[in-house]
C-alpha cells in the first residue's frame, strides 16, 4: 500500500515547472558581451543595406532634377526653335571677357523666372553684371533644380571654378569670415590665368578678385572633342560637335543621330571641381575657369581623376563627367530622357553619343 505523500510536501501544480532560485539569474560577463557583438554584427551588416537605399533614393531625385532640365531645354526650343548656347560670348568685340552659360539662359523655363529678370542674361552682358553689389550676390544664388543631392558640397563653387570680380563689388561681404578665406585662398592660386573685366567707360580698372559663385552639378555637353593645348583650338572646337558650344544655336535637323541618341547634360561632382550655372570668365578660354565651368567633353573617361592645377587646357576629370553615384553619371538627351551611363561604357560609344552628327548613333547605352 502507497502512502500518501505530506501536506506539507505536496507542490502546487502551478509551481511544479516554475525556474528554481538558481535559474533566476542575469545575463555574466561573458554572455552580455556575445549579445553586444551579435548586435553589433547586425547593425555593420544593415548599415551598407541602409546607407545604399539612401543612395538609391538620391540618386533618384538627382535624375529627377535633370528630367527638368531636360523639360526645360524642350521649353527652351519651343520658344526660339534652337536649344541655348553653351557660352555667350561678343566675339564681334575682339574683347575677351564674360559669357553667360546655358544655365543662365535657361533660368526662366525651370521656374527661376524672378532670378532672370534680375540677371537678364538675355539682354545684358554677364561682363556688365559683376559691376553691380546687388546683381553679384544673385550670382551666388543655389538653384536646386542645378545641384545633385548626391553631391554635399557647398553652396558656392570651388576655388577653381571662381569668377573674377572687381574688388570693390565685394567690399561688403569681404569681411563676413568664411567668404573672406575662400577668397583670399582662391587669389593665389587663380591670379595668373583671370582676364581683368573691363570697366564701364567712367570708371577706372579696379583690383580683381576671384570669388566663389553658385555652385551647380550639371553640365552641357560640348560634343566628343577636346584639346589639352589652347594653341590648338580652332573656332570650330570652340563651337563643338555636341548640343552646346561657343554661340552655339543647335536646331533639331542638325542632330543628325536623332535626339534620343544625342547627350545633352550630364552630371559632374565636387571631386571633379563641379560646376556653376552662370557662365565663365572668358570665352577664348579652355581651362578650369573658361568653358570648363558649363561645358563638359566626352573625350575624357567618365569619373576620370581631374587634374590637380590649371595647366593649359589638359583638365581631364574637371571637364568630364562625373558623380558620387556607384558606377556611373545620370543624363539627359536631346528629346529630354533621362538615362544611367556607366562609367565602363565603350569610349567610343561615349563619345558618339556627345556628337550630333557623326552618323553613328549609339542604341545599347
Same mark, same amino acid.
Given at each position: 500500500?502507497?502512502t500518501?505523500?505530506?501536506?506539507?510536501?505536496?507542490?502546487?501544480? +502551478?509551481?511544479?515547472?516554475a525556474?528554481?532560485?538558481?535559474?533566476?539569474r542575469?545575463?555574466?560577463?561573458?554572455?552580455?558581451?556575445?549579445?553586444?557583438?551579435?548586435?553589433?554584427?547586425?547593425?555593420?551588416?544593415?548599415?551598407? #543595406?541602409?546607407s545604399?537605399q539612401?543612395?538609391?533614393?538620391?540618386?533618384?531625385?538627382?535624375?529627377?532634377?535633370?528630367?527638368?532640365?531636360g523639360?526645360?531645354?524642350?521649353?527652351?526650343?519651343?520658344?526660339y526653335?534652337?536649344?541655348?548656347?553653351?557660352?555667350?560670348?561678343?566675339?564681334?568685340?575682339?574683347v575677351?571677357?564674360?559669357?553667360w552659360?546655358?544655365?543662365?539662359?535657361?533660368?526662366?523655363?525651370?521656374?527661376?523666372?524672378?532670378?532672370?529678370d534680375?540677371l537678364?542674361?538675355?539682354?545684358?552682358?554677364l561682363?556688365?553684371?559683376?559691376?553691380?553689389?546687388?546683381l553679384?550676390?544673385?550670382?551666388?544664388?543655389?538653384v536646386?533644380?542645378?545641384?545633385?543631392?548626391?553631391?554635399?558640397?557647398?553652396?558656392?563653387?570651388?576655388?577653381?571654378?571662381?569668377?573674377?570680380?572687381?574688388?570693390?563689388?565685394w567690399?561688403?561681404v569681404?569681411?563676413?569670415?568664411?567668404?573672406?578665406?575662400?577668397?583670399?585662398?582662391?587669389?593665389g592660386?587663380?591670379?595668373?590665368?583671370?582676364?581683368?573685366?573691363?570697366?564701364?567707360?567712367?570708371?577706372?580698372a579696379?583690383p580683381?578678385?576671384?570669388?566663389?559663385?553658385?555652385?551647380?552639378?550639371?553640365?552641357?555637353?560640348?560634343?566628343?572633342?577636346?584639346?589639352?593645348?589652347?594653341?590648338?583650338?580652332?573656332?570650330?572646337?570652340?563651337?563643338?560637335?555636341?548640343?552646346?558650344?561657343?554661340?552655339?544655336?543647335v536646331? +533639331?535637323?542638325?542632330?543628325?543621330?536623332?535626339?534620343? +541618341?544625342?547627350?545633352?547634360?550630364?552630371?559632374?561632382?565636387?571631386r571633379n571641381?563641379?560646376a556653376?550655372? #552662370?557662365?565663365g570668365?572668358?570665352?577664348?578660354?579652355?581651362?578650369?575657369?573658361?568653358?570648363?565651368?558649363?561645358?563638359?567633353?566626352?573625350?575624357?573617361?567618365?569619373?576620370q581623376?581631374?587634374?590637380?592645377?590649371?595647366?593649359?587646357?589638359?583638365?581631364q576629370?574637371?571637364?568630364?563627367?562625373?558623380?558620387?553615384?556607384?558606377?556611373?553619371?545620370?543624363?539627359?538627351?536631346?528629346?529630354g530622357?533621362?538615362h544611367?551611363l556607366?562609367?565602363?561604357?565603350?569610349?567610343l560609344?561615349?563619345?558618339?553619343?556627345?556628337?550630333?552628327?557623326?552618323?553613328?548613333?549609339?542604341?545599347?547605352?
Amino acid at each position: 500500500m502507497t502512502t500518501p505523500p505530506r501536506p506539507d510536501t505536496v507542490v502546487p501544480i +502551478h509551481l511544479r515547472n516554475a525556474p528554481s532560485r538558481l535559474d533566476r539569474r542575469g545575463l555574466n560577463l561573458v554572455e552580455l558581451l556575445v549579445v553586444i557583438a551579435i548586435f553589433g554584427v547586425l547593425i555593420a551588416l544593415l548599415l551598407p #543595406a541602409v546607407s545604399a537605399q539612401r543612395e538609391t533614393a538620391r540618386r533618384t531625385q538627382c535624375a529627377s532634377r535633370l528630367k527638368q532640365v531636360g523639360v526645360g531645354l524642350q521649353a527652351y526650343y519651343a520658344a526660339y526653335s534652337e536649344f541655348p548656347s553653351g557660352l555667350v560670348a561678343d566675339v564681334e568685340s575682339g574683347v575677351d571677357s564674360k559669357s553667360w552659360g546655358w544655365g543662365a539662359l535657361l533660368l526662366p523655363f525651370i521656374e527661376e523666372q524672378t532670378l532672370a529678370d534680375r540677371l537678364n542674361p538675355a539682354g545684358r552682358p554677364l561682363n556688365e553684371v559683376v559691376w553691380e553689389p546687388e546683381l553679384e550676390q544673385d550670382l551666388r544664388t543655389s538653384v536646386t533644380v542645378y545641384r545633385c543631392p548626391s553631391d554635399q558640397g557647398d553652396e558656392l563653387s570651388h576655388r577653381y571654378r571662381s569668377m573674377s570680380l572687381p574688388l570693390s563689388g565685394w567690399e561688403q561681404v569681404v569681411g563676413s569670415g568664411k567668404p573672406k578665406r575662400r577668397f583670399a585662398a582662391s587669389m593665389g592660386v587663380l591670379a595668373h590665368i583671370f582676364p581683368t573685366p573691363p570697366p564701364p567707360s567712367d570708371r577706372p580698372a579696379p583690383p580683381v578678385l576671384a570669388a566663389p559663385i553658385a555652385r551647380s552639378n550639371y553640365i552641357a555637353s560640348i560634343g566628343s572633342r577636346w584639346k589639352p593645348a589652347r594653341q590648338d583650338w580652332s573656332e570650330a572646337d570652340f563651337e563643338g560637335d555636341g548640343l552646346f558650344g561657343r554661340n552655339s544655336e543647335v536646331k +533639331h535637323a542638325e542632330i543628325t543621330d536623332g535626339a534620343s +541618341h544625342t547627350l545633352a547634360v550630364g552630371e559632374r561632382c565636387d571631386r571633379n571641381y563641379a560646376a556653376v550655372w #552662370a557662365g565663365g570668365n572668358s570665352w577664348r578660354g579652355c581651362g578650369f575657369t573658361d568653358n570648363q565651368m558649363v561645358l563638359g567633353t566626352a573625350f575624357y573617361p567618365i569619373n576620370q581623376a581631374p587634374a590637380a592645377q590649371n595647366i593649359d587646357c589638359d583638365g581631364q576629370g574637371s571637364a568630364n563627367y562625373s558623380s558620387y553615384h556607384p558606377g556611373g553619371v545620370n543624363s539627359v538627351f536631346a528629346d529630354g530622357s533621362v538615362h544611367f551611363l556607366a562609367e565602363e561604357t565603350d569610349p567610343l560609344a561615349f563619345r558618339r553619343l556627345a556628337r550630333r552628327d557623326d552618323g553613328e548613333a549609339v542604341d545599347d547605352f
